[in-house]
């Protein structure tokens, strides 16, 4: 249930790190606890040099090589994923994945363009599209990425630390198709990004639009 106004509380449960739960779909270099922290606390992944998903659309060629935690995604459910990271790189980038294919998929979070963070998302359908707005004063904070899944829509929000959710995208996902969805990270252009995870969550779809 959601608490009445777009983007409101949900009842999510932690996920964690478990890959009982959540399988790597391309394992990164290096995904490790933060030091001293609790069981369940953050992980800090590092990206591989060329990590990357795209299909085709303005570039010509095809990339399936980012870093994905990915578990379950039914209808009516959503996942939330928060994480901190310097982006300092051209396309460098971290947020929330669902797929249901090589070909299929959606990607949503920050990324590194234009000599700033922005928050963007890709939507792919065998060609990928890609839609940006500037975010400069998220640089260095933590971000968590909401995707709620509701009859034949994907709904995406966002927000810096405890701010207020921002509508980011809508896009389609067929009511039947098998989904999986999770954490992501991808370095087009550099080996060693960072990127610390700070919680993996899912419960109920936020159902609201506006």
């Known amino acids: 249930m959601t608490c009445g106004k777009p983007g409101g509380a949900l009842r999510m449960e932690d996920i964690g790190w478990d890959t009982s739960t959540a399988q790597w779909l391309n394992p990164p270099p290096q995904a490790v606890r933060e030091p001293g922290a609790p069981a369940g606390g953050p992980l800090v992944v590092t990206a591989a040099a ?12 095809v990339r399936d090589t980012g870093h994905a935690l990915l578990t379950a995604f039914p209808a009516d459910s959503a996942v939330e994923v928060s994480f901190i990271a310097a982006f ?3 396309y460098d980038q971290a947020g929330a994945m669902v797929r249901v294919d090589a070909r299929t998929w959606v990607k949503a979070g920050v990324e590194m363009s234009d000599g700033a963070p922005q928050l ?12 940006l707005a500037p975010v ?4 260095g904070r933590e971000v968590t990425v909401r995707v709620s899944r509701s009859g034949d829509a994907l709904t995406v929000r966002a ?3 405890q701010e207020p959710w ?3 995208r809508l896009a389609p996902l067929d009511p039947d198709a098998k989904a999986f969805a999770g954490p992501f990270c ?15 969550a899912a419960g109920p779809a936020d159902t609201s639009l506006h």
């Open 120 to 131: 963007g998302a890709v939507v792919t359908r065998e060609w990928s599209d890609w839609s």
């Open 88 to 90: 300092d790189e051209l």
């Open 50 to 61: 060329g990590s990357d998903f795209w299909r085709r659309t303005g570039y010509g060629f």
């Open 159 to 161: 927000r810096r630390e």
């Open 166 to 168: 921002r509508m980011l």
């Open 136 to 139: 400069p004063a998220w640089a």
């Open 186 to 200: 991808c370095s087009p252009r550099r080996a060693g990004l960072k990127v610390r995870f700070t919680r993996f």
